[in-house]
């Protein structure tokens, strides 16, 4: 009986688990997430920061769904290294777990700029419901900077300001200011230096001034969810894995789909969710094929 391992329980690794099962109900199949919920709805994310939505509302798979399907689905999960010598993936804390056939659907974050400061208490790149649960922690706070020039900043910017906080937008490359709704400054610079001891108190702009702030949130630039890959020799191109329009790496029995993959032939451009689980399709009907013969 092959073991097919799965990084990332979003939409692609969920549906690579539970389409695969529907096809092959022998394989084992191992689906591991580093959070503590089964598959939620990433698109309502904003709506969760703004109140319009509460967690039970984003939930779309439950544990229990998992278990009658016969998928070993494992939360809390982080995956720190591996071997594809051995075909083996380290968990933190946890032991290791081998695999016949991995599949690494572990997405993308938001890229935290070098500066002195960003790992303070306080400062996001709110990518995931753990990201926003954190990050609602400090609602009681009355201002919030968010840093960067694109529509995800925008969104993050309008999403705290629908509830009543004073918002800053920091947009270095600028934002045209009648996209912006009341309630939020633009501020045409950058963030050079995070304010505080342990938790953040303001932020330093490229002028030198100080400007005071409850949080910080970077949303701008992502990259793949991919430090446990170091000194494997699996192929990447700009912090994403590659992968051939099979949705296979250079790495024998080792698979990518969804926004953590970049497509060798095609190029890339940021997945949307539905995009994410056709490549989860395409896939499982590869590692399907692969597991019959």
């Given at each position: ?6 990084i990332g ?83 933190k ?43 609602s922690?400090?609602f ?44 939020i ?7 050079t ?15 030198g ?10 949303a ?56 994410s ?17």
């Amino acid at each position: 009986m092959k073991k097919v391992v799965i990084i990332g329980a979003s939409i692609a690794g969920h549906t690579v688990a539970t389409a695969l099962r529907q096809q092959n109900k022998d394989a084992a199949i191992t689906l591991l997430t580093q959070e503590k919920f089964s598959l939620y709805d990433k698109r309502r994310l904003l709506d969760f920061l703004s109140g319009k939505a509460k967690e039970k509302d984003l939930m779309l798979a439950t544990e229990a769904s998992y278990k009658e399907n016969n998928i070993d689905f494992i939360k809390e999960a982080e995956v720190v290294g591996m071997s594809t010598h051995k075909r083996l993936l380290h968990i933190k804390d946890e032991d290791s777990i081998n695999y016949d056939f991995l599949v690494i659907c572990s997405g993308t974050s938001f890229v935290f700029p070098q500066i002195s400061g960003v790992h303070k208490e306080g400062v996001f790149g709110p990518a995931s419901l753990t990201d926003c649960k954190e990050l609602s922690k400090f609602f009681m706070g009355d201002s919030f900077s968010v840093s960067g020039s694109g529509d995800y900043a925008l969104k993050f910017a309008n999403a705290l300001a629908s509830r009543g906080k004073e918002i800053r937008l920091f947009s270095p490359d600028g934002v045209n200011p009648q996209d912006l709704p009341a309630g939020i400054e633009l501020m045409n610079t950058e963030i050079t230096e995070i304010i505080g001891e342990a938790e953040v108190l303001g932020v330093r702009i490229k002028e030198g001034k100080i400007v005071g702030t409850s949080a910080v949130i970077f949303a701008d630039k992502f990259a793949g969810n991919i430090d446990f890959i170091k000194n494997t020799g699996i192929e990447t191109n700009n912090g994403l894995i590659c992968v051939d329009e099979n949705k296979e790496t250079n790495i024998k029995n080792i698979l990518a789909c969804g926004s953590v993959s970049y497509n060798r032939a095609n190029g890339n451009s940021p997945k949307s969710w539905d995009e994410s689980a056709q490549d989860a399709q395409i896939l499982t009907q590869v590692l399907a094929n692969k597991i019959i013969s």
